[in-house]
Structure formats: C-alpha cells, structure tokens
C-alpha cells in the first residue's frame, strides 16, 4: 500500500497536481519508516502496470489512479476521485 502511495503520488507530480515539496514531504515521511521509493525499481513496472488492471477503482478497462493535489487532499473533478492515467504516464 505505501509504495502504491508513492507510485500515485509521483505521478500527482509528474502531471503537475502535486508540487514537488509536497512529494518531497511525503518521500521523507516513508524514508522514516524505512519505505524508499527507490525499492520501486526492484519491481518490474510494466508487471506492476499489468497488475493494477484489477484495481477496484478500475471501469472500462482503464486503469485509474486516486491522484494528490497536496498532502492530505485528493485531487478531485465533478466528485470523481480517480483517473485514467496513460500508461507511459506510469511507467515514467
């Protein structure tokens, strides 16, 4: 779940939702419970990507990820809480 977390939160600020203070805030709360975001490349993204194909939050076959507008609040349009998100977007 943390590293889902950090996966969700780094692209919040790849697409420009998440200032990058932010998600320097948050990777350095994870590092003090010893969650690095470098333990993501240990994993092969595109199975990772793959995997995620059986999310919940999942319609239509899109992939949908909950995205951050800062810490503690969700980015969030017409009460719609998760989004398609390109896979390159992801596997960036």
Same mark, same amino acid.
């Given at each position: 779940? +943390?590293?889902?977390? $950090?996966?969700? +939160?780094? #692209?919040?600020? /790849?697409?420009?939702?998440? &200032?990058?203070? *932010? ?6 709360? /994870? $590092?003090?419970?010893? #969650? &690095? %975001?470098?333990?993501? =490349? =240990?994993? *092969? %993204?595109? %199975?990772?990507?793959? +995997?995620? =194909?059986? *999310?919940? =939050?999942?319609? +239509? @076959?899109?992939?949908?990820? !909950?995205?951050?507008? &800062? #810490? ?5 349009? *017409?009460?719609? /809480? %998760? /989004?398609?998100?390109? @896979?390159?977007? !992801?596997?960036?």
């Amino acid at each position: 779940v +943390a590293l889902g977390i $950090l996966v969700e +939160a780094k #692209i919040s600020k /790849f697409l420009g939702i998440l &200032s990058n203070e *932010d998600y320097q805030i948050i990777e350095s709360l /994870f $590092l003090k419970l010893n #969650i &690095s %975001a470098q333990e993501l =490349k =240990k994993y *092969d %993204a595109q %199975a990772i990507v793959n +995997a995620t =194909k059986n *999310d919940k =939050k999942n319609q +239509a @076959n899109q992939i949908k990820y !909950v995205l951050l507008k &800062s #810490i503690g609040l969700v980015y969030q349009n *017409d009460k719609q /809480f %998760a /989004f398609p998100v390109n @896979n390159k977007t !992801v596997l960036e």
